[in-house]
């Protein structure tokens, strides 16, 4: 079974713009999460949606969102971008919302702002 | 609020030596654990949650309530393990933070040979 498939693997996006990143789940899974890492930072929860409704925010100002679809594929949209967001952004799936579900995480999108 | 500690953030031992990842975390009710591996050029990976309560490749973590912890022990360590293992807390069933993971800062872990 395939696995969590994000796209682009590298985007390069100037100060100001926005920019949006897809995940597309392992079939069947209803629970997408977004999650941001930083060598600063590490790894840190943004949201998470589950049968498209977002279930769970992380502490993210509001140029951070995101959607999901009926097909539980999510998107990640970020505007007006800062030099602070550049970071790996990784999507993980699960089969249910939350508890000790495990998290299937993609190989994630690198974004550079210049 | 909900943090997850993790003092190594490099941890070095020879095969064969055994290897303890230590793991501090603050929750205020019932936390599920887990560990994530990482290993180069893969994507991160679940590699056991205490409620499973098994061994995987040979590591262990038992959860201690009093002591708020989740160590990962493995008594053998081989090359194959030099990976950065993450600690993660996600909230029980009913809380605010059901389905969010909480990760610690990571441990690269290298087996010398």
């Known amino acids: 079974k395939a696995g969590v498939t994000q796209t682009p693997r590298y985007l390069i996006k100037t100060r100001g713009q926005q920019v949006t990143l897809s995940c597309s789940p392992i079939s069947g899974h209803r629970s997408v999460s977004w999650y941001q890492q930083t060598p600063g930072q590490g790894l840190q929860f943004l949201f998470e949606y589950f049968s498209e409704t977002q279930r769970n925010k992380g502490n993210f100002p509001g140029r951070f969102s995101g959607r999901q679809f009926s097909n539980s594929r999510s998107e990640m949209n970020v505007s007006t971008l800062e030099l602070g967001d550049s970071a790996l952004y990784l999507c993980a799936s699960r089969s249910r919302t939350g508890g000790n579900t495990e998290a299937f995480f993609g190989q994630g999108t690198r974004l550079t702002v210049v | ?113």
Request: net charge positive; proline share 4%.
């Open chain 2, 1 to 113: 609020a909900q943090r997850v500690t993790q003092p190594e953030k490099l941890l070095s031992v020879f095969k064969g030596a055994p290897v303890e990842l230590k793991c501090n975390y603050s929750y205020s009710g019932s936390p599920e654990l887990f560990w994530y591996v990482q290993y180069s050029r893969q994507r991160l990976q679940l590699l056991l949650r205490h409620i499973s309560r098994e061994s995987i490749k040979g590591f262990t973590a038992d959860l201690n309530k009093g002591e708020t912890s989740f160590h990962l022990k493995k008594p053998f360590a081989q090359e194959e393990d030099s990976a950065m293992y993450y600690c993660a807390l996600s909230g029980g069933a009913g809380g605010t933070s059901y389905g969010k993971l909480t990760f610690g800062q990571g441990t690269i872990l290298t087996v010398h040979p």
